[in-house]
């Protein structure tokens, strides 16, 4: 993984992450207006940070331990039908996420809410091209690591933090805006279906991770 584009499109994914209200930033938002204060949309960034990075960690290591067993040429088209059949679930049934029973919640509950939907979202697979290509940028480690078919803890350690850190940077800046300046009421005006946007993305990287 020597070019910088695979890391320029772990950080998209992530900023694209922080974009959909559903992954975050509508419930700091929420929050910080429900008791008036600026602080706790900055606390509720810490709890859903903590909460995607453990789904997207999950993902990276449950990848990282298949390629410990499978060849990439079979991992390849399993993790491309994967994205498309998931891709076409998101589009059948673009509500099927974890659904909060109640705005007021501690730490905890936030960051485990975090999970669940990024885990229900696909977030973390959406990853899984770019890491079946991942490979060692050191020679000793490239061999080591060609020899047991994965890539190093470092480098797992970087796609989950370069990932996880644009998606919170991204949610946190559109979470002080709206809180701030423009207020939720823009929601009933300019909507973008970022559901459909994500499972459309999620079907072409399904696509495009069979021709490449």
């Known amino acids: ?5 695979p890391w320029i499109a772990v950080a998209a ?7 959909d209200p559903s992954m975050g930033w509508l419930f700091a938002v929420a929050l910080g207006l429900q008791e008036r204060r600026r602080s ?3 606390w509720a960034l810490g709890p ?8 997207i960690a999950a993902v990276v290591a449950i990848i990282g331990g298949l390629r410990l067993f499978f060849a990439i040429a079979l991992l390849r088209p399993i993790g491309a039908a ?5 891709g076409l679930f998101r589009f059948i049934w673009p509500r099927a996420h974890p659904r909060w029973v109640a705005m007021r ?12 939907m990024a ?10 091209p770019i890491l079946i290509g991942m490979t060692p940028n050191s020679p000793q480690v490239h061999q080591m690591a060609t020899v047991c078919g994965s890539y190093t803890v470092a480098q797992a350690i970087a796609v989950v933090l370069v990932h996880t850190g644009a998606m919170i940077a991204v949610t946190g800046v559109i979470a002080i805006l709206v809180y701030e300046w423009v207020g939720l009421a823009i929601l009933r005006s300019a909507w973008i279906n ?4 994500w499972a459309g993305a999620l079907v072409v990287a399904g696509v495009l991770s069979l021709a490449i």
């Open 1 to 5: 993984m020597t070019s910088a584009w």
């Open 13 to 19: 994914l992530g900023a694209y992450h922080g974009i």
């Open 40 to 42: 706790k949309v900055i």
């Open 48 to 55: 859903i940070a903590l909460g995607h990075l453990v789904s």
């Open 82 to 86: 994967a994205l498309i059949l998931f």
């Open 105 to 116: 919640v501690n730490a905890s509950e936030l960051a485990l809410w975090s999970f669940l």
């Open 119 to 128: 885990s229900a979202h696909g977030a973390g697979l959406m990853l899984l």
């Open 194 to 197: 970022l559901d459909t946007i």
